[in-house]
């Protein structure tokens, strides 16, 4: 691995040290600041909304400042925001937590471009391993967002108001790494050479499946994962257990990474997405038949190794959908999409976690399960036509 990859690494790292420590302590602050207790999860909603808001401006500010530049203006958005966040939970300001998480989207959205930006650091025949090893470093945000999430709840007089604190100094180490990194200038479209429209882009196929895949499989991961602290709160299970379930699941989510990218390989990307799918269905089949520590925990341990699976083999299959003049706007529309699922999921878990209990949620996750099923074989059948033909 060289250099500016290892650093794009331990980024990824803070990056999903904020966003683990967010799904840990957001939903609990909500219920305690919310007006009502189906509006738990909005603050969640909001993180995940401000990124489909912002995807495709921050595939603009990408295009015209460059990656490094765009990365730092998102680390500085992030800093502000949990400033913002910090201020509203001491002040018992339930929609200022609520504003503080939309706009922290735009750090959201920039930095799920790290796994794009991976891939121009390194030749193209290691595309795919370079996803892997991006991704990978969320391993570093597995023991760190809970960790951190659990030792400071009581740090300030409010409640997980100093873990928004502590995310602070997060965001300004990324920032300093990020200044490190010295990325290859981004291909500028000439004039009239700016290459398909995302219309045009949007009705291939193999883009329709990637974004499927990626989309409806972060969608479950995170209609589970949001709720589930609340959700074990319900069950009588302390917020230290909530911390190990999360911690164990996002190791799911990301030490497979090291072996996803050569599995791909191997085997081609399809078949791993279905491996992706079935996982899914096992993660609803363990949760449905029990509601106590070891249950959950392997309930998140599946649907995380199912989600990076499915999102690896998304991404990998889609650097297949666009040309090199077409790449910000191609990742821009991509992750407007993956956000736009993910503000959907986010806001009906808190709804129906609240309403409907655990079980009905696992249940209701079987719909997007089964979309992504049919995108995937729709795929196979089309290839396999093609082949004939």
């Not at 500010?61 to 910090?86: E, K």
């Not at 196929?205 to 974004?211: E, G, I, S």
């Not at 791993?272 to 070891?294: E, I, R």
């Not at 706007?329 to 129906?352: C, E, I, K, N, P």
Request: net charge positive; hydrophobic share 55%; glycine share 12%.
């Amino acid at each position: 691995m060289n250099r500016k990859l290892a650093l794009l690494v331990l980024a990824q790292g803070l990056f999903l040290t904020n966003n683990i420590c967010f799904m840990a302590i957001n939903g609990l602050v909500g219920l305690a600041l919310a007006p009502q207790p189906w509006m738990a999860t909005l603050p969640i909603c909001a993180y995940v909304a401000g990124g489909a808001l912002m995807a495709r401006l921050v595939g603009r500010h990408q295009l015209r400042f460059g990656r490094r530049r765009g990365f730092q203006i998102g680390l500085l958005v992030g800093l502000a925001s949990c400033a913002m966040a910090l201020w509203s939970v001491l002040h018992q300001q339930f929609w200022g937590v609520v504003l503080a998480t939309l706009v922290a989207g735009y750090y959201n959205a920039g930095a799920a471009l790290y796994r794009f930006a991976a891939t121009e650091l390194v030749a193209p025949d290691k595309r795919e391993a370079a996803i892997s090893w991006v991704l990978g470093g969320g391993c570093l945000g597995a023991f760190i967002g809970p960790a951190l999430a659990r030792e400071s709840r009581d740090l300030l007089a409010a409640p997980f108001a100093g873990a928004y604190l502590l995310l602070m100094a997060v965001a300004v180490v990324g920032l300093a790494l990020v200044s490190l990194i010295d990325f290859p200038p981004l291909a500028q479209p000439r004039p009239g050479e700016g290459g398909r429209s995302s219309r045009e882009l949007a009705r291939q196929p193999v883009f329709l499946v990637a974004l499927a895949a990626s989309a409806l499989g972060y969608g479950v991961m995170n209609l589970l994962m949001a709720a589930t602290p609340i959700a074990m709160g319900q069950c009588g299970l302390p917020f230290g257990d909530a911390g190990l379930v999360l911690q164990w699941h996002v190791l799911g989510m990301f030490v497979p990474s090291f072996f996803t990218g050569p599995l791909i390989r191997r085997v081609g990307v399809l078949p791993v997405m279905w491996a992706g799918v079935a996982l899914n269905l096992g993660c609803v089949a363990f949760a449905l038949s029990g509601q106590d520590l070891p249950h959950f925990l392997g309930a998140l341990l599946l649907l995380g190794v199912g989600w990076n699976f499915l999102y690896i083999g998304g991404t990998t299959l889609f650097t297949q959908a666009y040309r090199p003049e077409e790449k910000t706007r191609a990742q821009g529309l991509m992750d407007t999409g993956v956000y736009a699922v993910m503000t959907l999921t986010s806001f009906s878990s808190g709804a129906l976690v609240t309403s409907g209990g655990w079980q009905w949620m696992n249940w209701a996750s079987l719909v997007p399960i089964g979309l992504c099923a049919a995108a995937l074989a729709g795929l196979a059948w089309r290839q396999r036509a093609s082949a004939a033909g």
